[in-house]
Nanobody, 117 residues
Framework: QVQPVESGGGLVQPGGSLTLSCEVS?????????MSWWRQAPGKERELVAT?????????YYLESVQGRFTISRDDDKNTIYLQMNRLEPEDTGVYFC????????WGQGTQVTVSS
């Protein structure tokens, strides 16, 4: 069964940077799939962070609080999406997940991002 595999999380100080990766073994259909990153902070619901449309017409969308700090991208040859996170804040702490925008796949285990001094 296809399941995203997220990686790249860690502990970083406020103002630092991390790059997350997510590989989805969904074959050739990946390049036509709108993909997103979500995050879930302790005690809170999962929220949509960023979305990238398919390569035919690339557009990106961001949660207002990460606009200008985070960049989502994709490499369809590797069935992988990325999230470059700069100027990280303590409020960015949480488990980060990727999935199709329409949640087509089972949720993976996510990758933990902790922003703390």
């Amino acid at each position: 069964q296809v399941q995203p595999v997220e990686s790249g999380g860690g502990l970083v100080q406020p103002g630092g940077s991390l790059t997350l990766s997510c590989e989805v073994s969904s074959g050739s259909s990946f390049k036509r799939t709108v993909m997103s990153w979500w995050r879930q902070a302790p005690g809170k619901e999962r929220e949509l962070v960023a979305t990238i449309t398919s390569k035919a017409w690339i557009n990106t969308y961001y949660l207002e609080s990460v606009q200008g700090r985070f960049t989502i991208s994709r490499d369809d040859d590797k069935n992988t999406i990325y999230l470059q996170m700069n100027r990280l804040e303590p409020e960015d702490t949480g488990v980060y997940f990727c999935n199709a925008r329409d949640v087509l796949f089972p949720w993976g285990q996510g990758t933990q991002v902790t922003v703390s001094s």
